[in-house]
Every structure is written in C-alpha cells, then in structure tokens.
C-alpha cells in the first residue's frame, strides 16, 4: 500500500524563513553549543521506518537527542494513510509508537518538509545522524498506450481517499461503472478491491473516511477482476488476504482453474513461508467448496476475480475519445520463472482502471544520492554517505508489510548506534536550524487525535478523521 509519512511534533524557535530553503545553515558558534554532549540525532519521516528506528536508537543511546521531522501535521504514515480501515488489529502498533514519542529526549515537528521547511544540508550540519524515512508517495507507471485515459489512475488514490490522506479527497473515482480492473496481485490491490466490494453497513464500523463511504452510495460495481502477469505460484497478497477475499459479504471469488492445473505439482515445493497461502489458493481455484459457502456464493450479486497471466497491452477510449471503455490483455505463458506473452489477447470492458504495480520515493532534497531508475535513495545497508542513513522504503523500495519494516529499521537504527561509538562533535541539533513557525507538536496531534474520536463518537465510528492540512491547523490553533 502507498506509503505516505505522518506528522509529528513541533517546537517553536530560532528565527522566521520563508518556504525557500535557507541554504545559510547551523546558524551557531561553537560557545553556543548545548552542554548536553550526547549526540543530536535527526528522523526525517515518522511512519513505521522512523518510528522504528528512533526507538531503537533511543533505547541504545539514552544520551542521545532525537528529533523527528515529518510533512504532515499528523504522525504514523503507512499505518495512519496505507493500512485499511477494516484491519485495525495491523494499527496497533501505534500504541508502541506513542510510547516512543513520549520519551524525554525525542520532540516531534509535524507540517515539516524536507525540501520545503528544511535542507539535508541544514540538517547534516546540525546533526551528528540524519535518518530518512519519508517513504514512497508516488505510483509506479505502466507506460503503455492509453495511460493518459480518463478514468485510468492509481489504486493509491483509492487508498488515500478511503484513509483521509489530505489532498486525496477531491480525486475522481469513478464507480458508475459494473466493473472495475485493478492491474495487480498483492496486498493493496486486494485492499481496494475489497473496499470497493465491502457493504457500506460494515466499513461504517471503522475509521473509513465519510468521502469514500459516499462514493459507494452510488457505486454501480459489481465485479473487480484483479490482473497478473505471472501464474498462480507468484501472486504477492499474503494468506490473511486471500481469507478475506473468500469469505466477502455478498461477493463471489472468480478463478480460472485452466490457470492453475499447469502448476498443481509445484504447490509442495514452494517454500514454507509461503505454502500455506499458495495453498489455500489452490485447494479454492480447483476443488469444490464447501455446501454451506457454495451455497453462499451462489446467492452473492458481486465478484472479486482473479485472472493470471495476463499483461496489459493498451486502455480503449469511449466514444468521447477521453475516457477508458476497455482494456486489452496479452495471454502469457510460463517458460520456467521466464514469463512469455503469446499473440491471443483478450479485452474488458471497464469504466475504471486502477493501478497498482508498486511505488517509488522522490528525491526529496536535491543534494540526497538517488536511483530515479529504482526510486530509491542511494545505500548500502541503510548507510548513504558519512551521517546520513535511509530507512523504510525510501531504502528499499516498497516491499513486506509493517513487521518487515520494523526489522529493517532496527537494523538501520544499529547502524546509527554502531557509528556513533566512533565519536562525534558537538553539534547544535534543533537549535542551529532555521524556525519553523507552522510546525505542530505532539501535544497538537492530541488535540487531533481528541477531536477526530469525539467526532467519531457522534456518528457511532471509532474516529472521523480530518483530512485536509488547513483544517487541520485551523482546529489546532482554535
């Protein structure tokens, strides 16, 4: 799912910049050093990756002073805006992250961008370590005739509006269509799918966003088929995944069983990770269900269907020449892992086409070494040059789930600690950087937090989320 940092805390000083970075940075002398030796530590980025690895940090280097900067007013990126809203069990993590902030040597400044507010420069300056771990906000494109269409656009839209990603809301989701494509197979493509399908009756139960939850009021969809270009033995959604996609209110899953029996005799090889959903894959596409979910699935008006090995050759205009009316598809075939499109090709008729092929981060500063072709910053083990780390997807590109995040920060957070005991300087930390005079603290997002859950209260939800930055603010400073 789109990774997308949270906001985080703030602390008024030093003095007034405009939104062009000031590139005359750490504006101290050595006499005006903090006597606090310990080392000052930057974050850029509080999602899981920064969280993480702050609070590795923090636990090996008490001594140390961590700063964290994020571009939202609010904090926990990918948990906050990627996760969906019918999973609450995966946001639990947030109670640890709390924990993490409210330590005495970190303080948060929200509504904080790097590239805008402040420079890696600034920062590497003022710094003994910055750490990135912005994440990746932008979609990975699929660069074939057609793209351009009206009504072909992101899965990550969806993600964002039915989240309350500020800026999302006003996107254009068109659901007066029966049936939507989605071009991929992981755990965001299933998410959409699934949240399109969903009754609205049960997504009202949690934090989904009242904008999404209007568009499927009037939503005319009535099949989503998901689309992969590999076969059956290399779709990316995990086993919880393809459990929720059986078991959907109201919907029948669609498998194509002649997509399966080429590779029956590879299920026991596969390797114990990922057995038990290539499994339970399947033992659904081949075998007859149950009588009860037979039964079930009979009766349902909606489906969900998986088609493999396909690959998306061009999007068809209407007859307004503007907005996509169907998709063509090449028929692959399997030659080993080497996948081969052969000359048959099928096509759908669709009103929506919702990528969903991956993401890649941006270069946020221009000084920070990137890989445009990858979409990630330079590293080697998180490491990026002298001081300066990468973390989350930033680092790696978007891959694994939140665990696998944290794994990786704990792992970039010791490389920080590892370097530290090198030795480091006196550096100023937050008090050599430029003011920042729009920033929000930890004790706004609170205020938030307190506000989006007494709204929610009114309503029977768990929160209304706010989901634009003005108002965000504006409810801050009120």
């Given at each position: 799912?789109?990774?997308?940092?949270?906001?985080?805390?703030a602390?008024?000083?030093?003095?007034?910049?405009?939104?062009?970075?000031?590139?005359?940075?750490?504006?101290?002398?050595?006499?005006?050093?903090?006597?606090?030796?310990?080392?000052?530590i930057?974050v850029?980025?509080a999602?899981?990756?920064?969280?993480?690895?702050?609070?590795?940090i923090?636990q090996?280097?008490?001594?140390?002073?961590?700063?964290?900067?994020?571009?939202?007013?609010?904090?926990?990126?990918?948990?906050?805006?990627g996760?969906?809203p019918?999973h609450?069990?995966?946001?639990?993590?947030?109670?640890?992250?709390?924990?993490?902030?409210?330590?005495?040597?970190?303080?948060?400044?929200?509504?904080?961008?790097?590239?805008?507010?402040?420079?890696?420069?600034?920062?590497?300056?003022?710094?003994?370590?910055?750490?990135?771990?912005?994440?990746?906000?932008?979609?990975?494109?699929?660069?074939?005739?057609?793209?351009?269409?009206?009504?072909?656009?992101a899965?990550?839209?969806?993600?964002?509006?039915?989240?309350?990603?500020?800026?999302?809301?006003?996107?254009?989701?068109?659901?007066?269509?029966?049936?939507?494509v989605?071009?991929?197979?992981?755990n965001?493509?299933?998410?959409?799918?699934?949240?399109?399908?969903?009754?609205?009756?049960?997504?009202?139960?949690?934090?989904?966003?009242e904008d999404?939850?209007?568009?499927?009021?009037s939503?005319?969809?009535k099949?989503v088929?998901?689309?992969?270009?590999?076969?059956?033995?290399?779709?990316?959604?995990?086993?919880?995944?393809?459990?929720?996609?059986?078991?959907?209110?109201?919907?029948?899953?669609?498998?194509?069983?002649?997509?399966?029996?080429?590779?029956?005799?590879?299920?026991?090889?596969?390797?114990?990770?990922?057995?038990?959903?290539?499994e339970?894959?399947?033992?659904s596409?081949?075998?007859?269900?149950?009588p009860?979910?037979?039964?079930?699935?009979?009766?349902?008006?909606?489906?969900?269907?998986?088609?493999l090995?396909?690959?998306?050759?061009?999007?068809?205009?209407?007859r307004?020449?503007?907005?996509?009316e169907?998709?063509?598809?090449?028929?692959?075939?399997?030659?080993?892992?080497?996948?081969?499109?052969?000359?048959?090709?099928?096509?759908i008729?669709?009103?929506?086409?919702?990528?969903?092929?991956?993401?890649?981060?941006?270069?946020?500063?221009?000084?920070?070494?990137?890989?445009?072709?990858k979409?990630?910053?330079?590293?080697?083990?998180g490491?990026?040059?002298?001081?300066?780390y990468?973390?989350?997807?930033?680092?790696?590109?978007?891959?694994?789930?939140?665990?696998?995040?944290?794994?990786?920060?704990?792992?970039?957070?010791?490389?920080?600690?590892?370097d530290?005991?090198?030795?480091?300087?006196?550096?100023?930390?937050?008090?050599?950087?430029?003011?920042?005079?729009?920033?929000?603290?930890?004790?706004?997002?609170?205020?938030?937090?307190?506000?989006?859950?007494?709204a929610?209260?009114?309503?029977?939800r768990?929160?209304?989320?706010?989901?634009?930055?003005?108002?965000?603010?504006?409810?801050i400073?009120s």
């Amino acid at each position: 799912m789109h990774r997308v940092s949270g906001g985080v805390f703030a602390r008024l000083c030093g003095s007034r910049i405009s939104n062009q970075l000031n590139e005359n940075v750490c504006n101290y002398s050595r006499s005006l050093v903090s006597p606090q030796n310990g080392p000052k530590i930057a974050v850029v980025g509080a999602g899981p990756a920064g969280f993480y690895a702050a609070q590795h940090i923090a636990q090996a280097r008490p001594d140390a002073t961590i700063d964290i900067y994020e571009k939202l007013p609010v904090p926990f990126g990918l948990v906050r805006f990627g996760v969906a809203p019918d999973h609450p069990d995966v946001k639990k993590c947030i109670s640890t992250f709390n924990k993490t902030a409210e330590l005495p040597n970190i303080t948060f400044y929200g509504n904080t961008a790097l590239g805008r507010d402040i420079s890696l420069k600034q920062l590497k300056q003022c710094y003994n370590s910055v750490l990135l771990s912005y994440g990746a906000e932008e979609d990975q494109r699929l660069g074939i005739p057609g793209e351009h269409l009206k009504n072909v656009t992101a899965a990550r839209s969806v993600v964002s509006m039915y989240n309350g990603l500020p800026g999302a809301q006003g996107v254009e989701i068109n659901l007066d269509t029966e049936t939507v494509v989605i071009i991929g197979i992981g755990n965001v493509a299933v998410d959409v799918a699934r949240l399109i399908l969903t009754p609205i009756d049960v997504l009202r139960k949690y934090d989904t966003t009242e904008d999404w939850l209007e568009k499927l009021r009037s939503s005319r969809v009535k099949r989503v088929v998901l689309i992969g270009r590999r076969g059956p033995l290399n779709i990316s959604f995990t086993v919880k995944e393809l459990r929720e996609m059986l078991k959907l209110e109201n919907v029948r899953p669609v498998f194509h069983k002649e997509q399966y029996l080429p590779f029956k005799e590879q299920v026991a090889k596969q390797e114990r990770g990922r057995k038990r959903v290539i499994e339970l894959l399947f033992k659904s596409a081949l075998t007859e269900p149950e009588p009860e979910t037979a039964e079930r699935w009979a009766r349902a008006e909606k489906e969900m269907e998986l088609k493999l090995l396909r690959s998306p050759l061009e999007f068809l205009p209407g007859r307004d020449g503007k907005s996509v009316e169907k998709i063509k598809l090449a028929v692959n075939v399997m030659k080993g892992d080497t996948v081969m499109e052969t000359k048959e090709t099928e096509e759908i008729e669709t009103g929506l086409v919702l990528r969903s092929i991956g993401y890649k981060s941006i270069q946020a500063d221009k000084d920070l070494p990137f890989n445009d072709k990858k979409g990630v910053a330079k590293n080697v083990d998180g490491r990026v040059s002298e001081g300066v780390y990468a973390a989350g997807w930033l680092a790696t590109g978007p891959r694994g789930v939140i665990v696998d995040t944290m794994g990786t920060a704990f792992k970039i957070g010791a490389n920080v600690v590892a370097d530290l005991e090198k030795g480091h300087k006196e550096n100023p930390g937050r008090s050599g950087m430029p003011s920042l005079p729009k920033s929000t603290s930890w004790k706004d997002w609170r205020k938030l937090e307190k506000i989006e859950m007494e709204a929610g209260k009114l309503i029977g939800r768990p929160k209304e989320k706010i989901t634009s930055v003005s108002e965000m603010l504006s409810k801050i400073q009120s």
